[in-house]
C-alpha cells in the first residue's frame, strides 16, 4: 500500500502488574497514527504516558487521541498542544481525585489553545477533539471533548463510551440518521464542541465501569470510524496484539479511501486472580 509521510506504526508497549485485592491488572498497549491516503498534513496526535511503560504510574497511565482542525499547521499545534498540556497537568496537578485532575487537564488545555489562537494569525480559529482515558489500578477515568471515540471492547460486545459532540452525533441519538448515514453524511465533520474553540469549554469527564474482567479500549480519530464499523473494529481488535492491531486498523481505513488522518490506540487490560 502506497503511503504518503511517516510510517503507520508507531509501536509502544506499557506493562507491569497492578494489584487490587486478589486481582492482578496487567496493560499492553499500542498507538499508530497515519497521514491517510487524501490529506497531505496529519493534524491528529496520539500520546501515551509515562512514555516509559517500565516506569511506575502511581497516578495512572494516560492515553489520548487528539484531531486537530484550524489552516497550514494550527491543527496540528493545537492537537499536539492538547496531548502535551494534558499530559502536563494530568501528572502534575495537586487534586487526589483522578476525575478532577483530567477535567483540570482539559480545562488548561482548552486555555492553552484557545490563547494561542486569539493572539497569533497563524492560529486563528485552531481547535482539536480530545480523547483521553486514564487506568490506575481497577479504575477507568475518561475525558472527551469533539468526535474522536473511545470504546470498550470485550470477546462478545463492542461499547462506544463516549458521545460524538458533532452535528451528525446529535442526528444518531436522535433518530434521524443511522449511523451508516452520518458516515457519508456531509455535515460529518461539523463539532458543537471542541478544545480551543472558545474561552471555556464544555467537557465529559466520567468514571467508567472499573476494570473486574478483561477487556479492550480503542482510542481512534473519525479517520478510522469513517470507513471501519463497530463490529469490523470489535474483530480487528480482538485478532492481533495491541501494537499490531493498531497497525492493522489504520491499514484497513487506509484501504477504504484514508479519507482522513487516522490515529489509533488499542489498549489490553488482562485481570487475572493471583
Ligand atoms: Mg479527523
Known amino acids: 500500500m502506497k503511503r504518503k509521510s511517516r510510517p503507520a506504526a508507531h509501536p509502544t508497549s506499557v506493562g507491569g502488574p497492578r494489584v487490587r485485592g486478589e486481582a492482578v491488572i496487567t496493560l499492553d498497549a499500542g498507538m499508530s497514527t497515519h497521514v491517510g491516503m487524501a490529506r497531505s498534513e496529519n493534524q491528529d496526535s496520539p500520546g501515551m504516558f509515562p512514555a516509559d511503560p517500565s516506569e511506575p504510574a502511581p497516578r495512572g497511565r494516560l492515553f489520548v487521541v487528539a484531531d486537530g482542525m484550524g489552516g497550514h499547521r494550527a491543527g496540528a499545534t493545537a492537537s499536539s498542544l ?3 498540556t494534558l499530559s502536563d497537568v494530568f501528572f502534575s496537578s495537586t487534586s487526589p481525585h483522578t476525575v478532577e485532575r483530567l477535567r483540570e487537564a482539559l480545562h488548561q488545555a482548552n486555555k492553552v489553545i484557545y490563547e494561542l489562537g486569539t493572539s497569533d494569525r497563524a492560529f ?4 482539536t477533539t480530545c480523547s483521553a482515558l486514564v487506568i490506575a489500578g481497577d479504575a477507568v477515568v475518561f475525558g472527551h471533548v469533539g468526535d474522536s471515540r473511545i470504546y470498550r471492547i470485550t470477546r462478545k460486545s463492542i461499547e462506544q463510551i463516549t458521545d460524538d459532540h458533532s452535528r451528525v452525533g446529535e442526528l444518531v441519538r436522535r433518530g434521524i440518521i443511522t449511523k451508516e448515514q452520518a458516515k457519508v453524511h456531509p455535515e ?9 474553540a472558545r474561552e471555556s469549554a464544555e467537557v465529559d469527564v466520567a468514571e467508567a465501569a472499573p476494570l473486574h474482567f478483561s477487556c479492550w479500549f480503542l482510542l481512534c480519530s473519525d479517520g478510522l ?5 463497530d463490529p469490523e473494529l470489535q474483530s480487528l ?5 495491541p501494537a499490531e492491531a493498531a497497525s492493522a486498523l489504520v491499514e484497513y481505513a487506509n484501504q477504504r479511501g484514508g479519507s482522513d488522518n487516522i490515529t489509533v490506540i488499542v489498549i489490553r487490560a488482562t485481570v487475572t486472580q493471583s
Open 82 to 84: 492538547a496531548v502535551q
Open 188 to 196: 460529518r465533520s461539523l463539532l458543537y464542541r471542541a478544545l480551543g
Open 225 to 229: 470510524t469513517n470507513h471501519v464499523s
Open 124 to 127: 486563528t480559529g485552531m481547535g
Open 237 to 241: 481488535v480482538l485478532s492481533k496484539p
